[in-house]
């Protein structure tokens, strides 16, 4: 029996966006199903980001499972060197088919898949007009366009691999159809597959579809219980893209609208996912596929005082993660820590291929079976500003930015919003002194030298704690 294996990927969407998993204000029935008759991990996570645009670095490990200190420029390329998903499973005979967004380079998207189609080779852009690309069978994608990259307020230009536009179509639409064109394909043939569908949605301009535009009405919905105007102090992240979508302080009623019209373009990519899946059944492939959803990172959307995913808070780092399929429970929560470069080597033991050496992740499958052996210490970075650790019910994060330097502790099972800052209590002091420790043996271990053993970054700390 041949075992399919599809991958559905979120652009931007964080880990409370699905109503199965506790949001009663959001509509997903589709990601509901899913959950039902399958496991969901209730603590995914990425490590943060080398980059302002965290789903680059966030794709190139879940593809390539190595982690953030081992990826070659921030993740817009893939090494030669580092292996990768779809090309390991090619060596299993698996037909590998990539559609939708692909931000780590034309090489790295030519070794792992051997069909697709509307490609693109990008990160954000408007989703009525996607320049995307046919697949090229001798993977050169040497076909580009120029484009003003923001016609409202520069003349500046930029080239991108594309050989065409659809104008007018959703992103959503344009890829969720090709998924489903492709679906009908396979069905022709006993050669498993591994499809990647990755969407561009929820990722802003949030537009979206005009039956979905009021689906959710702002003044019903709830104001996150961490919302703030503005962050309580600055950490450079104002020069973040997305950190100019509001005005500061934040409107509440803006921030309603944000997320009005958030969850709005996850209802549509819900809507979608559930035409994929009734693809799937008609063409008899259902039983014999594993469905994989999550998102490449969080988003912020007011919650403490900030608009993107620029930061290691929860709501930027916390992420779904949701299988279903052949030989998985259903129903079935898991409260162990997993991140998501666990992804790759998860579904190389589910269809049999072989694991390369050298992988950073680990196979959740063990995690799925015994309810133990998940990840109890995960390291976290953001860019050069940002240090932090999760280990046991404690996050730290350490600020040391060109505004000062700064240091948080909270507890995750007492306050999951992240809103008291143990750090500034005097009886937590024997346990920041052990998480410093940890931070640091974690930083040597991974290869974070330039923050471990780096000078200059501890001058900074002690330069900006004397101001």
Known sequence: ??????????????????????????????LDRLVENGVAFENAYIPGGTSGAVCMPSRAMMHTSKHL???????????????VLGEELQKNQYQTIGIGKWHNGTKGYGRAFSDGGEIFFGGMWDHW???????????????????????????????????????????????????????????????????????????????MPKEYQNMYDPESISLPENFLPEHPFEFDVKRERDESLEAYPRPAAKVKQHIADYYAMISHIDARIGTILDALEETGQLADTLIIFSGDNGLSIGQH????????????????????????????????RALLLDIMPTILEYTGTPIPEGLFGKSLLPVIKTDAGGRDTIFLSFTEKIRGLLQGEYKLIEYATDYGRYTQLFNLKTDPKEMTNLAEKPEYAEKLAELRAVLLEEADRLGD??????QAYWQKREELAAK
Request: proline residues 7%; hydrophobic residues 35%.
């Open 1 to 30: 029996m041949k075992k399919n294996v599809l991958f559905l990927l979120a652009d931007d969407q964080r880990f409370d966006t699905i109503h199965a998993l506790g949001n009663d204000e959001i509509q997903t029935p589709n």
């Open 449 to 454: 030298f330039e923050f471990s053993q780096g």
């Open 305 to 336: 005082g900030l608009m993107g995913k620029q930061n290691l808070y929860e709501h930027s780092i916390h992420v779904p993660l949701i299988m279903s399929g052949p030989g998985l429970p259903q129903g079935k929560r898991i409260t162990e």
């Open 69 to 83: 200190f081992e990826l070659q420029d921030l993740g817009a390329v893939i090494p030669d060197d580092h292996a």
């Open 129 to 207: 007009n996607v320049p995307v690309n046919e697949f090229d069978i001798k993977k050169e994608y040497n076909e580009w366009k120029t484009f003003t990259q923001d016609p409202f307020s520069t003349n500046h230009t930029i080239q991108m691999p594309a050989d065409h536009l659809t104008m007018g179509k959703h992103s959503t639409d344009l890829f969720a159809d090709k998924m489903i064109e492709k679906i009908h394909e396979t069905a022709a043939n006993d050669q498993p597959f591994f499809m990647f569908g990755a969407f561009l949605a929820p990722h802003d301009p949030r537009t």
